[in-house]
């Protein structure tokens, strides 16, 4: 387990507290998290993360930061947010970046514990993969499974661009490796962003004898030990720009040196990268070679984001259900209608990771039981829904709006000896919610982010009509 927090007295009580559970390892600040990842021969499986970190102890950001370069080295690792900063908004959004729980300080170490056990005993096991892979029967996810059926047998690279928590990782090793004609060969995935930059050429190529203090013995790389299978390598955009060149000279003509070695190998084995940055801006921004960008690119396929894939929701909701119902030995939990319209109406910002993580959370809490649409709205990250048009684009649809919006109350308070201001501000307000809605085909957070405001707002605005 690891601990991360800048107070070394928290940090050290809560170690010595679980020590005869788990191995802990702790750490103070993100950058130190980092180093110390990389040297440890395996991943902890579980993290409680403070959020306020040097070098901005005051803010959440530091934290939010690293529970998203965790889970982009440990996909699966079970993040537990320990924070002074105990606000609900702090709470959502590091569970949208995929941390499992919140736990307020000061927390109770008992609590701690049961939760770390709990959420452990939640891992998604091999079985938790339908035979299928990818669980959706959405247009862009039969889209998605169409073109992976037939980019799966070609010997050229495919590159899986997606958000953070869309289903890369099943997509490559799933459809473009387990589904094919090499399923009998090494599947060897390795994730560029979690290794430091300076082991990355050994890790891939491997290295001959003395090439570098500490290389004792020569050994083979991850392009050798894949053989004729899969490289699969995740984080590509992360590639330091001194090894790109060796990893075009691979897929140009198969060609690869050890370090530290004059001689040349081949590589037969099929390379897929994934990749959640634009790599065309990395290569725009000079980080990324344009030409091994190119040869990467020939087969691109797009990962949906959840909010794009509709019911899937439901069909998600219910295969997650299912697994960790059964996994806890539990009756799975239902959701109210108004529950279940909420469900299908929330944009998931961090995708099927964060679905998934709701529904462990609601099989903890509220196993056999019928979940209300409030219950389930204090999971949701609503904060990701406001706020999305940005105060200076709406001050100049403003301003364009405004001699319009002038002319129209001239005319208006010509013709009326005297009008009620309260009245027409509110006749306006209706007009836009009803005008953001018909446009949204009635979806509510799609209209709320038209309107830049949140979901609850947009609930409390309509709400208060029928008051009147
Ligand atoms: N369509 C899907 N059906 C079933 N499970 C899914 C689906 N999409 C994602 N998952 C599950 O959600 C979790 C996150 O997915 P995955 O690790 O593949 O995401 P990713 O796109 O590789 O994310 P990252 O870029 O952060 O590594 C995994 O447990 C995965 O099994």
């Not at 788990?22 to 021969?41: E, G, I, K, P």
């Not at 300076?198 to 392009?223: H, I, M, N, Q, V």
């Not at 030409?291 to 990962?303: A, E, G, I, P």
């Amino acid at each position: 387990m690891l601990i991360v927090d800048d107070d070394s007295l928290i940090s050290e009580s809560l170690s010595f507290a679980f020590a005869q559970e788990f191995d802990v390892v702790t750490s103070h600040s993100r950058a130190h998290c980092r180093s110390l990842l990389r040297q440890l021969r395996q991943i902890p499986q579980l993290a409680l993360v403070d959020l306020g970190l040097p070098p901005l102890p005051h803010r959440p950001d530091e934290g939010f930061a690293l529970i998203g370069e965790l889970l982009a080295l440990a996909p699966e690792m079970k993040i537990i947010v320990l924070s002074g900063q105990n606000d609900d908004d702090n709470a959502r959004h590091a569970r949208t970046l995929g941390a499992v729980e919140f736990v307020g300080k000061p927390c109770d170490p008992a609590r701690l514990a049961k939760l770390l056990r709990q959420s452990l005993s939640f891992s998604p096991p091999q079985s938790a993969e339908p035979p299928s892979g990818l669980v959706g029967e959405s247009p862009p996810m039969q889209r998605l499974q169409l073109q992976l059926g037939q980019y799966a047998n070609l010997a050229f690279p495919v590159l899986i661009e997606g958000e953070s928590g869309s289903g890369k990782d099943i997509a490559a090793s799933h459809y473009l490796h387990r589904m094919t004609e090499r399923r009998e060969k090494p599947f060897l995935a390795l994730n560029c962003a979690a290794i430091s930059p300076t082991l990355l050429e050994p890790t891939l190529f491997g290295y001959a004898r003395g090439a570098f203090t500490g290389a004792t013995a020569s050994k083979s790389g991850y392009f050798e030990d894949a053989d004729s299978g899969t490289l699969f390598l995740d984080e590509i955009g992360e590639l330091p720009l001194d090894l790109q060149p060796k990893l075009l000279r691979v897929l140009e003509n198969g060609e690869y040196q050890r370090v530290g070695e004059t001689q040349s190998r081949i590589s037969t084995a099929r390379i897929i990268a994934a990749t959640n940055r634009d790599l065309r801006q990395e290569v725009r921004a000079g980080r990324f070679r344009a030409d091994l960008y190119h040869r990467l690119s020939v087969f691109t396929v797009n990962v949906p984001p959840l909010r794009e894939m509709g019911p899937d929701r439901l069909l998600l909701l219910s295969h997650f259900r299912n697994t960790f119902a059964h996994q806890a030995q539990r009756p799975p939990f239902q959701l109210d209608p108004a529950a279940e319209a909420l469900w299908l109406d929330y944009a998931f910002p961090g995708n099927v990771r964060e679905l998934r993580n709701i529904v462990i959370r609601l099989t903890a809490r509220h196993a056999g039981q019928t979940v209300s649409k409030e219950q389930l709205l204090a999971e949701f990250d609503l904060g990701e829904l406001a706020n999305e048009n940005s105060p200076a684009a709406t001050a100049g649809l403003i301003a364009n709006d405004l001699e319009q919006t002038r002319k129209a109350a001239i005319d208006h308070l010509s013709k009326n000896a005297s009008i009620s201001l309260d009245a027409t501000l509110e006749l306006w307000e209706r007009s836009y919610i009803e005008a953001a809605l018909e446009l949204s085909s009635g979806n509510m957070s799609q209209a709320a982010r038209r309107l830049g405001i949140n979901r609850t707002t947009l609930y409390n605005r309509m709400q208060s009509w029928n008051r009147r």
